[in-house]
């Protein structure tokens, strides 16, 4: 099946974030990039929701106050609403709020 505009965005929104999150935290993508690459972001995203789980790098990430740059994080964007469930969205939020992103991050 082919990708929307705003899945391919996603895609690349995600992508960006995980070359960032690999050099500044050293943080291990590389499964989750090559689910990106093969399945779409949302498929990947979608399939971490599905088994309750953190993106590969989540903890990392909170270690260095990168939230910002967790696959989570882009999920609950506002632009990206359209391409998950409520369910989806509000696991990742769930997994955010629990690492306290939102108050570290000031948003």
């Known amino acids: 099946m082919e990708r929307t505009r705003l899945e391919l965005l996603f895609d690349q929104e995600l992508l960006q974030n995980a070359e960032q999150?690999?050099?500044l935290c050293g943080s291990p993508v590389t499964r989750f990039v090559r689910s990106v690459q093969s399945a779409g972001g949302v498929a990947a995203v979608r399939e971490r929701c599905r088994r309750n789980r953190p993106s590969?790098?989540?903890d990392?990430?909170?270690q260095a106050g990168r939230?910002?740059?967790s696959a989570e994080a882009s999920a609950v964007k506002?632009?990206?609403g359209?391409?998950?469930t409520d369910e989806e969205?509000?696991?990742c939020l769930a997994l955010?709020?629990?690492a306290g992103y939102f108050q570290k991050a000031g948003r």
Do not use: P, Q
């Open 60 to 62: 990392s990430l909170a």
């Open 89 to 91: 969205v509000n696991a």
């Open 67 to 69: 939230l910002d740059l």
């Open 82 to 84: 359209t391409l998950f």
């Open 56 to 58: 590969d790098a989540f």
């Open 96 to 98: 955010l709020l629990e």
């Open 21 to 23: 999150a690999r050099t």
């Open 78 to 80: 506002g632009k990206f």
